[in-house]
């Protein structure tokens, strides 16, 4: 009995403990007062806010928004604002004074229209506080944009911007609203402008509470254009640089290689050799190769849409056709380049997973891959990230291999294990540039949320799920801009092959089949994919360029020194080209220290000619006379180069260009990657590291073939001297890029610095000419004593070498000038 009332006191006990907390639980949940923002006490701040467009000289029209605010003191946020920018409390007082509200396309809420490139600036003054605030964005698409307080809503064929004042200051006193046009007038606009210049400028002033302006306006021709080939719902999108356009590129490039093939074939008067007809076929693959995934790649996703509207597919699958083309261009790749039978059965086998994978997260709706319409969680994105990393990593071994069969034509130098370590780290680096990318482009949407709030976590979620998702269309863009540069290592093997000096001791210079596969090769190296009003305007380019390097090679047939007839009616380079270079040498040493000898004695005795200077200058009319008429014996060795044949010549031209070009790609990089804001937009691009390497890539391609087609070619070009030669070769890469130059001038688009860009490739072209007359002369360097007096041993001209240096200075300075100024044109388009 005993033992049960203790029990039942014990019980008691633990009620009268329980009870509280369980009305606690049971009583509705009253939590803390929800902040306000209190708009009354607003209505004494001034805010003064502007727009302007920027159209001339970009290829999307720049909006530029820009909002002065000053609120009282006495406003309860006031002193919030002067926190730190991840503080809660000023971000709260900033959405009350800058929030904006939800609208079609972006219902989140979330700024990623509008890029802050300058910070929020904040100043506490006795009576005030005042808030600058300054944002942009570039039109390129026809798609409602966001920036600041203003909306701009492209409507049949016109654009409307309308101001749409934040709430909380609406009532507060507008100073003013300003609209700066940027060139077109306005069509239309209300309410009246008070003030205003030229239809262009519109003004107004003194308004409470803000003014509901909207203006219409009509959008330049090109950056309308632009923006209508970039817009996915626009039925001209299909030709744009996502479509047609960009596919343009690799479908005229596979042509040319296999007009190029056919060329080759075609001009020899032989049955094919074994390895000729094995390089041939791998040409004609690689061609075929770039052709079809072009065509994936760049037109796959409107096929898909096409399928998509006729089927009418209740689910979006476009990101799982972007990951299986990325994983089925690994496996060509890997194929291609003739990797062993265990890596591609592997890779095969990542192909099967990812396809099980794939259909199991959109069958069983498991949110495995972000490919799936279900919102991937945080904690499955390390298997997000692995099977990226492979994916991508299997591209790059591809590509390895690839360059190595294109290059090599079959044989085998780079070991698998170095391959497959070089494509791991490419692929690690793309991986993690990608997650830092998206967190930094989270921070940038997000600037205006709570930090840890209830609203966040969700959204920070659906954004790393999209950025995800929008993953492998940005890298295979990437990676099939890589790849192009692997076609001109495609010719340079089949040349490698091909070529007749092998055969042939009298082949001095190459042959008309092999001067078009080197007119080719430098027409798809200096050729640039550029875009007018949206559309690709490569073949005008490349058109241009093969006729410019032609026309260089038929001029150097008539003016170059070893093209000149000598005895037997043979061309001077076929006999030349018989002779041992060390006799070539001796004989131009010998004409020297004659013309030396010459020089002394009649500074000795300037009056009179003796029997000395009559013997020596008859030696050198001798001399002359055995050569055709305008040559001497001092400009063979320039001639001839610095290497026994011509394939020696452009190997070495190649491989000096790779050298000295290696500054000129550290300028294009930071011309194109870190200038001004462009670090900004690079570092929250996804696909950023692939991008960035196929900029370095491209650049770097860029200067080592001119440097292969001077090289091969050198024997060929006009000129004495190498830096001439040299000139000649960035003259060609001049004419297509200076018309280029004037149409997006003339149009209104973004002019790419084309001035720097013709100036360092001259530069490089120039210093590789340079180095290639002194080591033409690197025998001589026993008889002198410094490297200086090489140089000035090879070039006893003193006026060619001032000439030379100060071209030199000049190129640098214009290189200088331009690219100091200019700024971005926007952050890289994406897919």
């Excluded at 997260?361 to 298997?383: G, K, N, R």
């Excluded at 690839?402 to 494509?423: C, F, I, K, W, Y």
Aim: aromatic share 10%; glycine share 8%.
């Amino acid at each position: 009995m005993t033992q049960l009332r203790r029990s039942a006191l014990i019980l008691l006990h633990i009620l009268l403990l329980t009870l509280p907390a369980l009305a606690t639980a049971a009583a509705p949940a009253y939590a803390a007062p929800a902040k306000s923002c209190r708009p009354d006490q607003l209505k004494s701040a001034t805010v003064k806010a502007g727009a302007e467009f920027t159209h001339r000289g970009t290829d999307h029209s720049m909006l530029r928004s820009t909002m002065d605010i000053s609120v009282p003191v006495a406003w309860e946020h006031a002193s919030d604002l002067l926190l730190d920018s991840h503080s809660p409390d000023h971000r709260f007082a900033l959405r009350c004074l800058v929030g904006k509200a939800p609208i079609e396309g972006n219902m989140e809420g979330l700024d990623y229209d509008e890029w802050r490139l300058k910070p929020l600036v904040v100043k506490a003054y006795e009576k005030h506080v005042a808030v600058h605030y300054e944002a942009v964005t570039w039109i390129d698409t026809l798609d409602p944009y966001q920036v600041g307080p203003w909306i701009l809503a492209p409507e049949d064929g016109e654009w409307l911007i309308s101001l749409q004042a934040p709430a909380n200051i609406a009532g507060a006193r507008w100073d003013e609203v300003y609209l700066r046009l940027g060139g077109p007038g306005a069509l239309s606009a209300t309410p009246p402008p008070e003030f205003g210049e030229g239809g262009t400028v519109l003004t107004w002033r003194g308004e409470r509470p803000a003014p509901a302006v909207r203006v219409t306006l009509h959008p330049p021709a090109a950056q309308y254009w632009n923006a209508i080939a970039y817009s996915e719902h626009q039925a001209l999108e299909i030709w744009g640089l996502w479509g047609a356009s960009g596919a343009f590129w690799y479908v005229a490039t596979a042509v040319l290689l296999l007009a190029v093939g056919n060329r080759l074939q075609g001009g020899l008067a032989r049955r094919l050799m074994p390895q000729e007809a094995y390089s041939l076929r791998v040409l004609r693959a690689w061609a075929l190769l770039m052709l079809v995934f072009s065509l994936l790649v760049y037109l796959g996703d409107n096929a898909y849409r096409h399928v998509a509207r006729m089927l009418a597919f209740d689910r979006d699958y476009e990101a799982a056709v972007a990951l299986f083309t990325l994983a089925l261009l690994g496996l060509a790749l890997c194929a291609f380049g003739g990797l062993k039978k265990q890596i591609l059965a592997a890779v095969g086998a990542f192909l099967l997973v990812l396809l099980v994978l794939s259909v199991t997260s959109e069958y069983f709706e498991l949110p495995i891959l972000p490919t799936a319409d279900l919102i991937t969680p945080l904690e499955s994105h390390w298997v997000v990230s692995v099977l990226y990393t492979a994916a991508i990593a299997v591209c790059c071994l591809g590509m390895i291999a690839s360059g190595e069969r294109l290059l090599l034509m079959g044989e085998r130098r780079l070991p698998t294990s170095v391959m497959v370590a070089v494509a791991t780290a490419a692929a690690l680096m793309t991986t993690l540039w990608a997650y830092l990318a998206i967190s930094r482009s989270w921070e940038r949407v997000s600037w205006l949320l709570e930090p840890g709030g209830r609203e966040q976590a969700p959204l920070w979620e659906w954004w790393l799920d999209d950025e995800w998702w929008q993953l492998p269309s940005g890298a295979l863009d990437s990676l099939l801009t890589i790849a192009a540069v692997l076609a001109p290592l495609a010719l340079v093997g089949v040349l490698r092959v091909f070529r007749t000096e092998r055969f042939q001791a009298a082949s001095f210079t190459p042959t008309q089949s092999e001067s078009f596969l080197l007119v080719s090769l430098f027409g798809i190296a200096a050729a640039d994919d550029v875009r007018y009003f949206g559309f690709s305007g490569y073949l005008l380019e490349l058109l241009l360029a093969l006729v410019a390097a032609w026309g260089v090679v038929v001029l150097g047939s008539r003016l170059s020194v070893l093209g000149k007839i000598s005895v037997d009616d043979a061309p001077l380079g076929s006999i030349i080209s018989q002779t041992d270079r060390s006799d070539v040498l001796r004989l131009a040493r010998h004409f020297r220290e004659l013309q030396s000898r010459l020089h002394r004695l009649s500074a000795d005795a300037p009056s009179e000619q003796t029997a000395a200077q009559e013997a020596i200058e008859a030696e050198i009319d001798r001399l002359d006379r055995a050569l055709p008429e305008g040559v001497r014996p001092a400009d063979l060795p320039f001639a001839c180069g610095p290497m026994a044949t011509w394939w020696e010549n452009a190997c070495r031209g190649a491989a000096i260009a790779c050298f000295v070009g290696l500054p000129a790609t550290g300028l294009m990089y930071w011309q194109e990657t870190v200038r001004g804001d462009y670090w900004v937009f690079w570092t929250e691009e996804a696909s950023g590291f692939l991008a960035i390497l196929s900029i370095i890539l491209s650049w770097h391609f860029a200067w080592v073939m001119g440097g292969f087609f001077l090289g091969a070619l050198w024997r060929s070009l006009p000129g004495r001297h190498g830096p001439a030669k040299a000139c000649c070769v960035a003259a060609v890469f001049a004419v297509p890029v200076t018309a280029s130059y004037i149409i997006v001038r003339a149009i209104g688009q973004d002019e790419m610095g084309v001035v720097g860009v013709i100036a360092t490739f001259t530069s490089v072209m120039t210093l590789t000419g340079f180095v290639m007359d002194v080591q033409t002369f690197r025998g001589e360097r026993r008889y002198l004593p410094t490297n200086a007096s090489l140089v000035a041993y090879v070039y006893q001209m003193r006026i060619a070498s001032v000439a030379f240096f100060l071209a030199q200075i000049v190129a640098l300075a214009t290189i200088w000038k331009t690219f100091q100024g200019g700024g971005p044109s926007g952050p890289a388009a994406g897919p």
